[in-house]
């Protein structure tokens, strides 16, 4: 299939208004959806799936230019062209970082981020490790009076708090070009790594489960720099150093980069590399995922995709607007992505799906669910060929087994591991867990004969009641809003979470209600949702609303009006909400992206598709409720 081939017989819906929906144009709407649907439809590569592209980050940027200066400056075994193309990379990295520093003196995580101390905070120690303090004096100068602003290493762990997954790695990388002292970095006990991964949960270990890595390089550093004064805690120490790089080591998928992430890549090759261990095999396969990761402008993403993502987004989004979805092509791409062999970095069993085909994925309860949402819009399209049928059940309940056992005992789903509940990002999230049960829910013919699956959905919708905050909405644990006083995103994850209970037909409960009271009340007085008009009491980057979040609001308001359900407002809301999102898309650019993604340890991204396939969603189910094909309108909400 072409990069640009059109679907040809996806099916569209002739246009018969319903009369006791909103009167929304309903001609209106459908030009808007085929835009969207058309553009969705154009981003799909050779291959007939979607990759997407994240923001480029001057976080990831810094830690790459530290690691890549740190191998140039201690690798004996680098021959001249090898030492010319990171001199390169590390010459164009440098060139990025300072063309993009904004006017507080500060970074931010991406071009649409506010600056933060973190990624400051690398800048200056990546220009400061490259060697170029001198040549950036002023504004280095200005750098260094936002960090003074922020109580610098104070500051950087007040972000933080307890979890010290990303201020311990902020602060060696610091310790490394000389800007703090080695005994501000917090040890971190790297000897940990050499038990057997089933006892991770259980020792309380400082970092998140997928920070291994940086627990055992940088543990080592800092061992190394400055190692204990117990002559016992020492020798124990030395007797791991081996036996925990061989672990780094062995958790290193192919592509070399740990997470496919450019930061954990980058901290664990510089702490190696800056204490003795340059020539290691880690920072080899490392380095080599640096090179092969950098962009053009000379900077890094995050991560290298979201491919399965962004994958799973689209498809769910045309079969929520009624799209023939088994068309695609995508299917054996999807299908080749689930994972089935235990993984060597969290040691999750066969079954789960990661964010990206590339070797650096780990299995996860938001990739998982989307593609077992997926595969069930696959095998109800019109067009799907039941000699599929055989190999798409046993890919589904190999998913979903993977997905019911790593609920954790409080009831909710945690993101990689289960049990890991007291740090950021590793507890049970909101989010997921609407994910998780939507995607049981969706293949209940096959998971209502597995074990327990009805008291795993009750304790589900038991732990999302417990964390309906008091407003009535819900809080997710991966996406956020940087205008948020707290970083938070309560409208992705009300959105989210209200899908959960639409799937459940559990829509006249009293949580409901409250939430979409709540989702409501935050409409902006242009009509959309989110961006920084409720938060924010200055102006700000971009638009006042958001394609993305406007998008979800619609998407979960939209049931609502769907089954008649009397709420105030509801109705006049829907349709302010629609008139801004279709006029977006009339006028352009409505496919711009916000920085809503939230990775690990608050750093953000942007991702190219989240608008195209956000809105696809919102305009294909609205579609849905506004026209219909020669059936009734019992089948307008389809899941």
Known sequence: MAVYGEITSIKRHSITLIPHLPMFDPERLENAYQICRQRLLDERNSRGHWTGELATSALATATAVSALHLVLKNRSNLDSSQREQIESLVDGGVGYLVAHQNEDGG??????????????????????????????????????????????????????????????????NCAIAGLVDWKDVSPLPFEAACLPQKFYRFIRLPVVSYAIPALVAIGQARFIHAPPWNPIMRAIRSMSVKRSLDVLLKMQPASGGYLEAVPLTSFVVMSLADSGRADHGVVTNGIKFLIESVREDGSWPIDTNLATFVTTLAVNGLAGSGEDVAELDCWDWILSCQHTQRHPFTGADPGGWGWTDLSGAVPDADDTPGALLALNAWRCAPAFNNKDEQRINTAARSGLKWLLDLQNSDGGWPTFCRGWGKLPFDRSGDDLTAHALRAIKAWDDVSAAMPNTELSVAKGFKFLQRRQNEDGSWTPLWFGNQDHPDEENPIYGTGKVLLAYRDYNKLETPEVRRAWRWLIDQQNSDGGWGGGEKWRSTSSLGRESSVEETSLAIEALLPAIANELDLEHAQSVLQKGLEWLVSAVEEGPWYEDSPIGFYFAKLWYHERLYPVTFTVAALGHARQLVTHQNHPTDAILPN
């Open 107 to 172: 970074w931010g995580d991406t071009e649409k981020n506010y600056s933060n101390i973190s990624t400051t905070m690398l800048a200056v120690a990546a220009l400061t490790i490259a060697g170029r303090a001198a040549e950036f004096e002023s504004i280095i100068a200005d750098a260094n009076r936002y960090i003074d602003g922020l109580g610098r290493v104070a500051g950087l762990r007040k972000r933080y708090g307890k979890d010290k997954t990303f201020a311990v790695p902020i602060l060696a």
